[in-house]
């Protein structure tokens, strides 16, 4: 496909939207998207005339990257599978980003985007309105791929005292365990464990984060980790699906007492920081509870 035609692919999917300023979506598949939820509704609120449209891109990321800064758009979400993909397409890139190897929010400046990982923050900022802390704490994450690189990163910024990452294939928890105590003056900060060896974490309190996709459907059991009385050790719990609002992880913390989130809080906030970063502002209290408002009803009904 030549740059002309993806620049008119990209127009195609403004055509009869009447806007000063443009956002975006690149990923695959992306129909399903609640993005264009939160944007266009900070937009209609501020009267920022922006309108946000999703686009599943197939092949050409870059070029894909560069057609949209040059039509002037002045943001970009990225989402599966291109968070890793599209940093060789990007003029800078935040720190945090850098660290966590994956972006999700592209801002546009001088010489081309910037990016950003949006998620990392947003989980942060939806365990903080929920009354937790993670700093000195100790964390159980269950999972070692995408998802969980911006969890553990979150730990070591936010500075838990403790987290073992608990995955099928220990080879991967290790490499992500290795990738995060290199930062670290605390050199074993981050625990790798096999799901099968899960006996040996130490007898305590935690927070669990569920960072697989085990509950995405139906019939989905519990991720990793089958024996109920392991889960007994949460004082606090989140798990990073958000549809269906209560997957069996979420269930078997509300049978024991214990408090536990779903991901839609961090879907709202990750959309937040990255609209703030893009329209240089502050998203107020009272908008944010309409557009959680508006994600609920959309979701669950």
């Given at each position: 496909?030549?740059?002309?035609?993806?620049?008119?692919?990209?127009?195609?999917?403004y055509?009869?939207?009447?806007?000063?300023?443009?956002?975006?979506?690149?990923?695959?598949?992306?129909?399903?998207?609640?993005?264009?939820?939160?944007?266009?509704?900070?937009?209609?609120?501020?009267?920022?005339n922006?309108?946000?449209?999703?686009f599943?891109?197939?092949?050409?990321?870059?070029?894909?990257?560069?057609?949209?800064?040059?039509?002037?758009?002045?943001?970009?979400?990225?989402?599966?599978?291109?968070k890793e993909k599209?940093i060789?397409?990007?003029?800078?890139?935040?720190?945090?980003?850098?660290?966590?190897?994956?972006?999700?929010?592209?801002?546009?400046?001088q010489n081309?985007?910037?990016?950003?990982n949006?998620?990392?923050?947003?989980?942060y900022?939806?365990?903080?309105?929920?009354n937790?802390?993670?700093?000195?704490?100790?964390?159980?994450?269950?999972?070692?791929?995408g998802?969980?690189?911006?969890?553990a990163?979150?730990?070591?910024?936010?500075?838990?005292s403790?987290?073992?990452?608990?995955?099928?294939s220990?080879?991967?928890?290790?490499?992500?365990?290795e990738?995060?105590?290199?930062m670290?003056?605390?050199?074993s900060?981050?625990?790798?464990?096999?799901?099968?060896?899960?006996?040996?974490?130490?007898?305590?309190?935690?927070?669990?984060?569920?960072?697989?996709?085990v509950?995405?459907?139906?019939?989905?059991?519990?991720?990793?980790?089958?024996?109920?009385?392991?889960?007994?050790?949460?004082?606090?719990?989140v798990?990073l699906?958000?549809?269906?609002a209560?997957?069996?992880?979420i269930?078997?913390?509300?049978?024991?007492?214990?408090?536990?989130i779903?991901?839609?809080?961090?879907?709202?906030y990750q959309?937040?920081?990255?609209?703030?970063?893009?329209?240089?502002?502050?998203?107020?209290n009272?908008?944010?509870?309409?557009?959680?408002?508006k994600?609920?009803?959309k979701?669950?009904?």
């Amino acid at each position: 496909m030549s740059k002309i035609d993806l620049k008119d692919k990209i127009i195609a999917g403004y055509r009869n939207v009447e806007s000063d300023k443009l956002l975006g979506i690149f990923g695959n598949p992306i129909k399903h998207t609640l993005s264009p939820v939160i944007h266009d509704t900070i937009s209609d609120y501020y009267s920022f005339n922006e309108r946000y449209i999703p686009f599943e891109i197939e092949d050409n990321l870059g070029d894909y990257v560069k057609a949209a800064y040059d039509l002037g758009i002045i943001g970009l979400n990225i989402t599966v599978p291109y968070k890793e993909k599209v940093i060789p397409y990007l003029s800078d890139i935040d720190e945090d980003a850098k660290k966590i190897g994956a972006v999700n929010t592209l801002v546009r400046s001088q010489n081309g985007y910037k990016g950003y990982n949006t998620d990392m923050e947003g989980l942060y900022r939806s365990i903080i309105e929920a009354n937790e802390d993670i700093k000195d704490k100790e964390i159980i994450m269950l999972g070692a791929g995408g998802a969980a690189r911006a969890v553990a990163y979150m730990c070591f910024k936010y500075k838990a005292s403790k987290a073992y990452i608990i995955n099928r294939s220990v080879d991967k928890a290790q490499r992500l365990a290795e990738d995060m105590n290199a930062m670290d003056d605390k050199s074993s900060r981050f625990i790798s464990i096999s799901s099968d060896k899960y006996e040996t974490v130490p007898e305590g309190r935690y927070i669990f984060i569920q960072c697989t996709s085990v509950g995405l459907k139906e019939d989905d059991g519990l991720p990793l980790v089958t024996d109920k009385e392991f889960y007994k050790q949460a004082c606090f719990a989140v798990d990073l699906i958000y549809n269906p609002a209560k997957t069996a992880f979420i269930k078997l913390m509300e049978d024991n007492n214990i408090p536990a989130i779903n991901g839609l809080k961090m879907l709202l906030y990750q959309g937040i920081i990255a609209n703030e970063l893009w329209n240089n502002t502050k998203i107020n209290n009272e908008l944010t509870a309409q557009i959680y408002d508006k994600l609920y009803k959309k979701i669950y009904g």
